[in-house]
Nanobody, 132 residues
């Protein structure tokens, strides 16, 4: 079992950048497919980005493609979400999550990795607010 803790959220002006961190304990993050999701007030939780177990494959929601980057530092057992060119519509609580689904799959990600119900472990979330 893995415990996840996000940090790095805050208030930023439109066009600015933030880097979110998701620190893990209890297990190595390389054993999991790692995802970032976000939830804005009054909206459903939505997929943002996913990273394969190998760390070599990523996939992004269209709304963040080209602006956000997911990555992992194995030595620190931490996953990051670098967010650039932030927009007011990026305002949300951001969650990292770990998936045990299909444990033999190392190199790839698939459609189901964009679904929140594919994930077994979640952090508590960190608030990101982008002002216009």
């Amino acid at each position: 079992q893995v415990q996840l803790a996000e940090s790095g959220g805050g208030l930023v002006q439109a066009g600015g950048s933030l880097r979110l961190s998701c620190a893990a304990s209890g297990s190595s993050l390389s054993s999991y497919v790692m995802g970032w999701f976000r939830q804005a007030p009054g909206k459903e939780r939505e997929f943002v980005a996913v990273l394969s177990r190998s760390g070599g494959t990523t996939y992004y929601a269209d709304s963040v493609k080209g602006r956000f980057t997911i990555s992992r530092d194995n030595a620190k057992n931490t996953v990051y979400l670098q967010m650039n060119s932030l927009k007011p519509e990026d305002t949300a609580v951001y969650y990292c999550a770990a998936s045990n689904r299909r444990p033999g799959r190392v190199l790839t990600v698939d459609y189901y990795d964009t679904r929140s119900n594919s994930y077994d472990y979640w952090g508590q979330g960190t608030q990101v607010t982008v002002s216009s």
